[in-house]
């Protein structure tokens, strides 16, 4: 299979990205699939072009943290979509044949217009964001796009087109099927919508001490006022973090067991659930160390991933422009 996604360089990743997303793409590259994952910074732009002052250097960083968290550039084609400027030309020819009624009506599209209001973003290019989605995808001609569920409608889109471009040019593109993860969302630390705006996010770098300063205020189990009070813990946020951080079954059973017992306190549980994070986040931490003090490492894997995308999206552009009838 061919598989494709992006992810916007918005920042430091977050444990929702690494667990939502990231490690679905690690999974998939162990097996015969050729692999392209990109920064999606034009995607970026589109809500965020007001400010890009930070754009080249959260561009590094997200590589980086790709490849920290087990993104293999030898099985894995890593690029910057700027770089790629077939993904444009794509982008443009694709806008010829979408209604723009189509892009209207997409709900995420209608409320994010309201959560950014502040943000001025009754552009063309925010509008357009699913077209050049399509083509981020179209122009690999992707078998499978690993996303999350909030992506399901772009995921819709993108098949729509293909198919009446199908239709009016002839068969150049597959329809990409969605590889939605079947890790369910995390909340943040609040129990509120993971989000940096909220103050509720910890990052992939997150130290321990850091770590242990926003897992101790967790709220638990709000039947658990007292010590002794019995707690449910599908109730409580602290046991989605365990479970999604992969608490060894044992440990998860004991602590069902002393949480609707009152046998074990909150403030234990929370610390054996920070034990649990820095397992998996402490081999993460040494790699961003390391790429850090050679940053070449990580401009050269982007180089020579742009390279090998342009290759492949370069094939595809000239099927469609044969398909089109462009001189
Ligand atoms: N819209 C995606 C997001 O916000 C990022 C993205 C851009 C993407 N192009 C893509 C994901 C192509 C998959 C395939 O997460
Ligand atoms: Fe939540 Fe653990 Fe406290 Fe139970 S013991 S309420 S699972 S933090």
Request: net charge positive; charged share 30%.
């Amino acid at each position: 299979m061919r598989i494709v996604s992006g992810m916007r360089p918005t920042g430091k990743l977050h444990i929702g990205n690494l667990l939502g997303a990231l490690e679905n793409w690690v999974k998939l590259q162990d097996n015969e699939n050729e692999n392209f994952f990109f920064v999606a910074d034009w995607h970026m732009l589109t809500t965020g072009y007001e400010d890009t002052s930070k754009l080249k250097e959260n561009t590094e960083t997200l590589v980086r943290e790709f490849l920290a968290s087990g993104i293999d550039p030898k099985k894995s084609v890593v690029f910057v979509q700027s770089n790629v400027k077939e993904h444009a030309e794509l982008h443009l020819l694709l806008s010829m044949i979408v209604q723009l009624g189509r892009l209207e009506r997409i709900p995420t599209y209608k409320e994010q217009l309201r959560e950014l209001k502040e943000r001025n973003i009754s552009t063309l290019g925010f509008l357009a964001y699913p077209v050049l989605q399509a083509a981020d995808i179209l122009a690999y001609n992707a078998d499978g796009v690993p996303v999350g569920e909030d992506q399901a409608f772009h995921l819709e889109i993108t098949r729509e087109i293909a198919h009446k471009f199908n239709s009016l040019y002839g068969e150049v593109f597959k329809e990409p099927k969605t590889l939605l993860s079947r890790v369910p969302k995390l909340l943040g630390t609040d129990g509120r919508k993971m989000s940096k705006s909220y103050g509720n996010v910890i990052n992939i770098d997150t130290n321990e001490k850091e770590l242990k300063n926003m897992i101790m205020p967790m709220k638990t189990d709000p039947a658990r006022m007292r010590r002794t009070d019995p707690g449910t813990p599908e109730k409580c946020n602290v046991w989605a973090y365990h479970k999604a951080f992969g608490t060894p079954q044992e440990k998860l059973d004991e602590i069902h067991r002393g949480c609707t017992s009152a046998k074990i306190g909150c403030v234990d549980c929370k610390k054996i659930l920070i034990k649990s994070m820095k397992e998996k986040l402490e081999p993460i931490w040494v790699k961003i160390d390391e790429l850090k003090a050679h940053p070449q490492i990580v401009k050269d894997v982007i180089s020579e991933g742009n390279k090998k995308a342009r290759t492949v999206a370069g094939e595809t552009l000239q099927k469609v422009r044969e398909a089109m009838n462009l001189y």
